[in-house]
């Protein structure tokens, strides 16, 4: 059983449009978040959300959207795409009432505009 | 604020051969320190991690030591194989601060029969 997915695994489409990624986990976690992972394979965060409300937005363009409908879901939508936007997208979950308790990733989206 | 920087890769190595992979930190409060894994095509794995000072985090053969006078928590394996070549991130997470990952650049090993 998968326990955090992604769909789609890849994404090829054309600046200026808009796409959206989409997570769920399985592990009973209250807490998921969107990584960016760039050309050179640094990864950084780009939010997280708990019980659905957002508690880390890191410094994102708000081209980039996300929604939680359920602690189970964090889609991610992205508005007028830029090349600079091509990258490999992980989503993550965790409990967050245990810092300690590891994090659990998806497989990734990998984004390309053409 | 929060830091982690690891050796830059890519580390090829033989079989068989010593591997370690520096990885050095700093942050504003008490980390939980981990290392995950990358292969390729797929996402991050956990591999190990430590929650505290001189505790040492080990699985499949990997281990590391949460130093706390040094700032370190160097990856360290003593045989690899082949089908341990990826890309491996040191990461912190500051306790009961919202569980944000830190990470560091990634190192790419690549071993070789």
């Known amino acids: 059983d998968t326990a955090v997915s992604q769909t789609p695994k890849y994404l090829v489409t054309q600046m200026g449009n808009d796409k959206s990624i989409k997570c769920e986990q399985n592990l009973g976690h209250d807490t998921m978040y969107w990584y960016k992972q760039d050309s050179k394979k640094f990864l950084k965060i780009m939010f997280s959300?708990?019980?659905?409300?957002?508690?880390i937005n890191e410094t994102v363009p708000n081209r980039f959207s996300p929604k939680s409908p359920d602690k189970a879901h964090l889609n991610l939508h992205i508005n007028s795409l830029e090349l600079g936007d091509s990258a490999v997208y992980f989503c993550?979950?965790?409990?967050?009432?245990?810092?300690?308790?590891?994090?659990?990733f998806g497989d990734g989206t990998r984004l390309s505009i053409l | 604020g929060n830091s982690v920087t690891q050796m830059e890769g890519p580390v090829t190595l033989s079989e068989e051969a010593f591997l370690t992979i520096n990885c050095t930190y700093t942050?504003?409060?008490?980390?939980?320190l981990f290392w995950y894994v990358q292969y390729p095509g797929e996402g991050l794995q956990l591999l190990l991690k430590?929650?505290?000072?001189?505790d040492k985090g080990s699985n499949k053969g990997f281990e590391a030591t949460y130093r706390k006078e040094t700032t370190s928590f160097h990856l360290e394996k003593g045989s690899v194989q082949v089908s341990d070549s990826a890309v491996y991130f040191c990461?912190?997470?500051?306790?009961?601060?919202?569980?944000?990952?830190?990470f560091g650049g990634g190192t790419r090993l690549m071993v070789k029969p």
């Open positions: 942050a504003t409060g008490y980390p939980s």
């Open positions: 430590a929650t505290k000072a001189d």
């Open positions: 959300y708990n019980n659905k409300e957002l508690i």
């Open positions: 990461a912190l997470v500051i306790n009961n601060a919202g569980n944000m990952l830190t």
């Open positions: 993550a979950s965790s409990s967050r009432g245990n810092s300690n308790q590891p994090q659990h």
